[in-house]
C-alpha cells in the first residue's frame, strides 16, 4: 500500500507508541477529531496520544487507502471495550504534514 510519508510515520509512530514522533507528523497549527473531542496544535495532539497510547496500546494495521480522497481505512486492536475496530482517518495536508485528522468509526 502506498502511503503519504506523513501518514506511513503516523503508523509507525503509533505502533512504536511514540507519542513524540506521532506529533511530529502534524503541522504546528493541526487539529484533530476523535471520539468528540478536538485536540489543537502538536503539543495538545502529543498529550492526547500520549495519554490515549497509555490507557489502551492501540497498534494500527492500514487496510486500504484513497489517495483521491486522502482516507485511510485502518484496523485498530488495543485494551479497549470491542476491539479490535475499523476507523477510517480522513486527512488533510499541508507541505506534506497533517493538517486536519478525522477519526470515524
Given amino acids: 500500500m502506498n502511503l503519504p510519508k506523513a501518514v506511513a510515520d503516523l503508523v509507525k509512530a503509533q505502533d ?3 507519542s513524540v514522533a506521532y506529533a511530529n507528523c ?4 493541526a487539529v484533530v477529531f476523535d471520539e468528540g473531542k478536538t485536540h489543537h496544535g502538536k503539543m495538545e495532539i502529543k498529550n492526547w496520544i ?10 494500527m494495521k492500514p487496510l486500504e ?14 485494551t479497549f471495550p470491542g476491539s ?4 477510517t482517518y ?13 477519526i470515524t468509526g
Avoid at 497510547?53 to 492501540?58: F, L, R
Avoid at 487507502?65 to 488495543?78: F, V
Avoid at 479490535?84 to 476507523?87: C, E, Q, S, T, W
Fill in 26 to 29: 502534524f503541522a504546528e497549527t
Fill in 84 to 87: 479490535p475496530l475499523i476507523l
Fill in 65 to 78: 487507502y484513497s489517495e483521491t480522497e486522502q482516507i485511510l481505512k485502518a484496523e485498530i486492536s488495543g
Fill in 90 to 102: 480522513h486527512y488533510e495536508f499541508k507541505d506534506e504534514l497533517i493538517q486536519s485528522l478525522k
Fill in 16 to 18: 512504536n507508541f511514540d
Fill in 50 to 59: 500520549a495519554k490515549s497510547n497509555k490507557e489502551y496500546q492501540v497498534k
